[in-house]
């Protein structure tokens, strides 16, 4: 069974901290990489996606991946109350189509 | 910014009774799929549908669910006879290149079985 892992949270941080999500997945032959931010009773919006090791910056954003240890982390600098959402790693790859998903970090940005 | 248009956004229905929800995929995608979400849970995939056929499916959609594209616009996600455990909310996405460069998800079908 493939898995996506994240700690379900709360994380909370003050306005303006750095907030650090993390994820670990199981599928060794797993290729794309996103996060999903996802405000309560609404979709998943697809904010960062990855591919190869590294670190991927958009913004207040940086994506980090590190395909060995099978770990994929989402920074958010300079975080604000309207960051505060659930967060969804999730993981495609290998010979399938679909996204799998965790079942997400409850971020909360306090002023 | 092109958007998965669904409808319709709650529907409650009799247990046993038939559901179709209904979603407009961005115009020129061409991989579309259905995912679900029970209320506090993961968002778990269904289906996946690539060139008029069903390209993957998960253990969830038994043969109680059917999806269709009756036409270059819509498609469809069918439930023949709903149960209480069908309740979730249903998203629809599309993607113009597949699952690796991630999908655009439409907003969402509450569906609540009673």
């Known amino acids: 069974q493939k898995e996506v892992e994240q700690n379900s949270g709360p994380l909370s941080v003050p306005e303006g901290a750095i907030a650090s999500l993390n994820c670990t997945y199981s599928?060794?032959?797993?290729?794309?990489f996103f996060w999903y931010r996802q405000y309560s009773g609404k979709s998943p919006e697809l904010i960062m996606s990855?591919?190869?090791?590294g670190d991927k910056e958009d913004g207040r954003f940086t994506a980090q991946l590190n395909k060995a240890s099978q770990y994929v982390s989402l920074l958010i600098r300079d975080s604000q109350p309207s960051d505060s959402a659930t967060y969804l790693c999730?993981?495609?790859?290998?010979?399938?189509?679909?996204?799998?998903f965790g079942t997400g970090t409850r971020l909360q940005v306090f002023p | 910014e092109p958007e998965v248009t669904q409808t319709p956004s709650h529907q409650v229905t009799q247990m046993g009774q038939e559901v179709i929800l209904r979603c407009v995929p961005i115009s020129n995608h061409l991989y579309f799929y259905w995912y679900r979400q029970i209320l506090g849970q993961k968002v778990e995939f269904l289906v996946s549908?690539?060139?008029?056929?069903?390209?993957?499916k998960s253990e969830i959609f038994d043969d109680q669910f059917s999806v269709e594209r009756p036409d270059g616009s819509n498609f469809t996600l069918k439930i023949r006879s709903t149960k209480l455990e069908d309740s979730a909310m249903y998203f629809c996405?599309?993607?113009?290149?597949?699952?690796?460069?991630?999908?655009?998800f439409g907003s969402g079908t509450r569906l609540t079985v009673v």
């Open positions: 599928d060794r032959g797993s290729q794309s």
């Open positions: 999730a993981v495609s790859g290998g010979n399938t189509d679909k996204l799998i």
């Open positions: 996405a599309s993607s113009g290149q597949g699952a690796y460069y991630g999908y655009t």
């Open positions: 549908f690539y060139n008029n056929e069903i390209s993957e």
């Open positions: 990855i591919y190869s090791n």
